[in-house]
């Protein structure tokens, strides 16, 4: 199991808080992007996503990826970049020896150029999604070609949808054990974008399943409360987006011990930011 693990701020977008959960007030609301930190004993410091960098307002200078910033503003300060606050914990940036992606919103890939050393897991689907796109036909997915390094297909071990025949879980489905020891096994979440995958991590301090954007606040999979329609606009397949939702509630409820996190919740960034430091586990 991990040893140690962590949540970090990279900072926010700004949205409507009705457009992230129905029922919801119409009043701003600012989507933190979390990153975990996962200390793995044989395989060294992993880290879940990469958050948003300084790349990202570089990357969306120009039309047509500025048209990302106009609709979901950000505010990003370069000291909130993982690589910036590594040294504090003392964490040398070439220590982070693999990163697992998400999905391949630009939110969740704009670290990625800090770590040149770093292998990268993502889903096979999920790359053949954006790659090669380019302009609108990116951008309709979210999508921001200059935030993939130049070595990213050498570097990436794609995951076919035939590595998922692990153990299922309640509602979510079957597992792909990613080091083939049982601690880290990831999970399709779809809907939100295609081949997006979350993350069941088992820590000494307990289970914790990183939900990424299967949604995107806590109150939305207790209560089963999905977001607008207008987001139907920009994600892979509403339908899927309301499947997923269920499946976290039933999964919270099968597994009531394992602490979900998605990665825009207000409640995991107050978390992150309350007076105690952000060490989840000594």
């Known amino acids: 199991m991990l040893d140690h693990w962590l949540l970090l701020d990279t900072g926010f977008c700004r949205v409507s808080a009705h457009h992230v959960m129905r029922g919801a007030p119409h009043q701003p609301l600012d989507c933190h992007a979390l990153v975990a930190l996962l200390h793995h004993p044989q395989h060294g410091w992993i880290m879940w996503d990469s958050g948003y960098a300084p790349r990202m307002l570089t990357a969306t200078q120009r039309l047509p990826y500025r048209l990302y910033r106009l609709a979901t503003p950000l505010h990003i300060r370069p000291e909130q970049s993982v690589i910036a606050q590594l040294p ?36 096979a689907p999920a790359y053949a999604h954006v790659q090669g796109r380019r302009g609108l036909a990116a951008l309709r997915r979210g999508f921001i070609p200059a935030l993939l390094p130049p070595d990213f297909a050498e570097r990436v071990r794609l995951l076919p949808p035939a590595d998922f025949r692990g153990p299922p879980l309640p509602a979510l489905g079957a597992t792909c054990d990613l080091f083939g020891d049982g ?13 997006q995958i979350g993350l069941l991590a088992h820590t000494h301090t307990g289970a914790i ?27 892979d397949d509403p339908v899927a987006v309301g499947q997923t939702l269920h499946a976290l509630h039933h999964f919270a409820h099968a597994r009531p011990a394992v602490r979900i996190i998605p990665t825009h919740c207000p409640a995991m960034f107050a978390y992150v930011t309350r007076p105690a430091a952000p060490v989840l586990a000594p």
């Open 209 to 235: 399943l990183l939900a990424a954007d299967g949604c995107w606040t806590t109150e939305a999979y207790r209560e089963l409360r999905p977001p607008h329609r207008l987001t139907h606009l920009f994600v």
């Open 183 to 195: 601690v880290l096994q990831a999970v399709w979440l779809p809907g939100h974008a295609r081949g």
């Open 88 to 123: 504090a914990l003392g964490i040398d940036p070439q220590a982070i020896r693999t990163i697992i992606i998400s999905h391949f919103h630009a939110d969740h890939l704009a670290g990625l150029h800090d770590f040149p050393h770093a292998r990268l897991i993502a889903s």
